[in-house]
């Protein structure tokens, strides 16, 4: 049984540099690819960052520089270190878990989702 729980959220001053973590199940599955998706309010969900099982990572050019995704596949958590944070970037953080190829930024690649933890910044 596949299951994310996401931690780390909060109220956060701008330019401020927290991290998110997210614990995974791989369910005895390897080869997966995970990945941080966002959404604010009235706007569609974003890929923020991704990172396959090989270690690759890729990024959205708006946290391009600014973000780092991360994984400890000892632990299975993944982390999202956020740093020179905006407001701009204020939304609900989603983990994603796929096990299936895909658009490694693409909300449709991903088959696992967790319930979200929320970053506002002011």
């Known amino acids: 049984h596949v299951q994310l729980v996401e931690s780390g959220g909060g109220s956060v001053q701008a330019g401020g540099s927290p991290r998110l973590s997210c614990q995974y199940s791989t369910d005895g599955y390897t080869g997966y690819a995970l990945a941080w998706f966002r959404q604010a309010p009235t706007k569609d969900r974003e890929g923020v960052a991704s990172i396959e099982g090989d270690g690759s990572t890729s990024y959205a050019d708006s946290v391009k520089g600014r973000f780092t995704i991360s994984q400890d596949t000892t632990e299975e958590t993944v982390y999202l270190r956020m740093t020179m944070l905006k407001p701009e970037d204020t939304a609900m953080y989603y983990c994603?878990?796929?096990?299936?190829?895909?658009?490694?930024?693409?909300?449709?690649?991903?088959?696992?989702w967790g319930q979200g933890t929320q970053v506002t910044v002011s």
């Open positions: 994603a878990q796929s096990s299936r190829i895909g658009s490694p930024l693409q909300s449709a690649t991903y088959n696992y």
